[in-house]
């Protein structure tokens, strides 16, 4: 018995030993695996739970509105908008004025077309907008509206211009003032440049005067500087025949002549171009015929002394003409010498008055071409 129990307390001791030995390599194992694999292990297990579960919504921080539609469109985007300006016949149109427009109106890019008729707006935001075009000589061109969306090259199509309705200003003039045009250029008409040709129309259709009108055409016709030439040169042969020999010689003499040639020639013009024109509403002037043969625009020259137009229009007795020189004739009686007066020195002024009228008449319709600034063909 002695003998065995030193055996068996060996033995015991064997076995702590290899016990105590398996521990520790058991310890020295759980040491060598890494950390990162239980850590990878660990986020692999949350990503399977993440899948699993559903999206959480994201916090509304108060800083866009709720409505996506209502959010305010970017300063810039990435979209782009395109085209080519064309006329109607498919030519290309250079320097159009082509704007981007917001559905709202509100204006966002302008650009001016190229050589080719290409413009090419870019970094535009999404949303719908519209192209107007305007050029010279074309009328506008308006898009319809379109919509764009992020990254999208937009290309607006059918961008053709018409030309533009002409623009016609039809400016009407009263006939008061065409009459007045039609003054100032016959006060400009003067036989050989020198001897007055106002009464005298080259416009055959001419507007009427008014009575106004007449007077002032009388005042400047009948106070003509070359009118007092021809009044003074008058008196001069009465004086050299001694006609009205009532009023004697010498500078006295003279002076009565000339005041009595510039009276008769006065009151016979305003008589018959102002006075009894306005009165009875006829036309003081002589219309140049111009066409057809020599015999018939004699016969115009020599009828207009009876016959002449009315303001309407018309053809009338010329009562003016008449009225006119018997009018004037008559008040000679006031300052002609007491031997001449009577019904023949009426009749005998009158009938002068009648043939200087004719014969006037006659050099008006053949003197154009030695007439100054006569403008009109007559009746064509």
Same mark, same amino acid.
């Given at each position: 018995m002695a003998s065995s129990l030193p055996w068996k307390n060996a033995l015991r001791k064997a076995l702590c030993l290899r016990l105590h030995a398996a521990l520790a390599g058991v310890s020295l194992l759980l040491c060598v695996v890494p950390a990162s694999a239980?850590?990878?292990?660990?986020?692999?297990?949350?990503?399977?739970?993440?899948?699993?579960?559903?999206?959480?919504?994201?916090?509304?921080?108060?800083?866009?509105?709720?409505?996506?539609?209502?959010?305010?469109?970017?300063?810039?985007?990435?979209?782009?908008?395109?085209?080519?300006?064309?006329?109607?016949?498919?030519?290309?149109?250079?320097?159009?004025?082509?704007?981007?427009?917001?559905?709202?109106? $509100?204006?966002?890019? $302008?650009?001016?077309?190229?050589?080719?008729?290409?413009?090419?707006? $870019?970094?535009?935001?999404?949303?719908?907008?519209?192209v107007i075009v305007n050029a010279k000589d074309f009328a506008t061109f308006t898009s319809a509206e379109f919509a764009v969306a992020e990254q999208q090259i937009y290309e607006v199509p059918n961008v053709s211009l018409s030309v533009a309705a002409a623009n016609m200003a039809v400016t009407v003039h009263p006939t008061e003032f065409i009459a007045a045009e039609q003054i100032r250029a016959a006060e400009k008409q003067r036989l050989m440049g020198v001897i007055p040709n106002f009464y005298t129309s080259y416009t055959f259709d001419a507007a009427p005067l008014t009575a106004k009108q007449k007077f002032l055409f009388a005042v400047r016709g009948t106070f003509d500087p070359v009118s007092m030439v021809g009044v003074a040169f008058g008196a001069g042969i009465e004086q050299a025949t001694n006609a009205y020999a009532g009023y004697g010689q010498g500078a006295a003499g003279y002076g009565k002549r000339f005041a009595a040639k510039f009276t008769d020639g006065r009151s016979s013009d305003f008589l018959t171009h102002a006075v009894f024109p306005s009165l009875l509403h006829q036309d003081p002037r002589y219309y140049y015929l111009g066409s057809g043969s020599v015999k018939a625009r004699l016969a115009h020259a020599v009828g207009s002394a009876f016959f002449t137009r009315t303001d309407n229009g018309l053809t009338a007795p010329n009562y003016s003409y008449f009225l006119g020189d018997f009018g004037s004739a008559a008040l000679s009686n006031l300052y002609y010498p007491r031997a001449n007066r009577g019904a023949g020195l009426v009749f005998t002024n009158a009938a002068v008055g009648l043939a200087g009228r004719i014969g006037g008449n006659i050099l008006r319709e053949f003197s154009k071409r030695l007439t100054t600034n006569a403008s009109g063909i007559g009746k064509q």
């Amino acid at each position: 018995m002695a003998s065995s129990l030193p055996w068996k307390n060996a033995l015991r001791k064997a076995l702590c030993l290899r016990l105590h030995a398996a521990l520790a390599g058991v310890s020295l194992l759980l040491c060598v695996v890494p950390a990162s694999a239980l850590v990878q292990q660990q986020a692999s297990a949350r990503a399977v739970s993440d899948r699993l579960l559903p999206d959480a919504p994201l916090p509304n921080l108060g800083l866009e509105p709720k409505d996506p539609a209502r959010r305010p469109i970017p300063a810039e985007g990435s979209a782009s908008v395109l085209g080519i300006v064309l006329d109607v016949s498919g030519a290309s149109v250079s320097g159009a004025e082509v704007s981007l427009m917001r559905e709202d109106g $509100t204006g966002l890019h $302008t650009m001016v077309s190229e050589a080719d008729g290409g413009f090419n707006f $870019t970094k535009i935001p999404a949303g719908s907008y519209l192209v107007i075009v305007n050029a010279k000589d074309f009328a506008t061109f308006t898009s319809a509206e379109f919509a764009v969306a992020e990254q999208q090259i937009y290309e607006v199509p059918n961008v053709s211009l018409s030309v533009a309705a002409a623009n016609m200003a039809v400016t009407v003039h009263p006939t008061e003032f065409i009459a007045a045009e039609q003054i100032r250029a016959a006060e400009k008409q003067r036989l050989m440049g020198v001897i007055p040709n106002f009464y005298t129309s080259y416009t055959f259709d001419a507007a009427p005067l008014t009575a106004k009108q007449k007077f002032l055409f009388a005042v400047r016709g009948t106070f003509d500087p070359v009118s007092m030439v021809g009044v003074a040169f008058g008196a001069g042969i009465e004086q050299a025949t001694n006609a009205y020999a009532g009023y004697g010689q010498g500078a006295a003499g003279y002076g009565k002549r000339f005041a009595a040639k510039f009276t008769d020639g006065r009151s016979s013009d305003f008589l018959t171009h102002a006075v009894f024109p306005s009165l009875l509403h006829q036309d003081p002037r002589y219309y140049y015929l111009g066409s057809g043969s020599v015999k018939a625009r004699l016969a115009h020259a020599v009828g207009s002394a009876f016959f002449t137009r009315t303001d309407n229009g018309l053809t009338a007795p010329n009562y003016s003409y008449f009225l006119g020189d018997f009018g004037s004739a008559a008040l000679s009686n006031l300052y002609y010498p007491r031997a001449n007066r009577g019904a023949g020195l009426v009749f005998t002024n009158a009938a002068v008055g009648l043939a200087g009228r004719i014969g006037g008449n006659i050099l008006r319709e053949f003197s154009k071409r030695l007439t100054t600034n006569a403008s009109g063909i007559g009746k064509q």
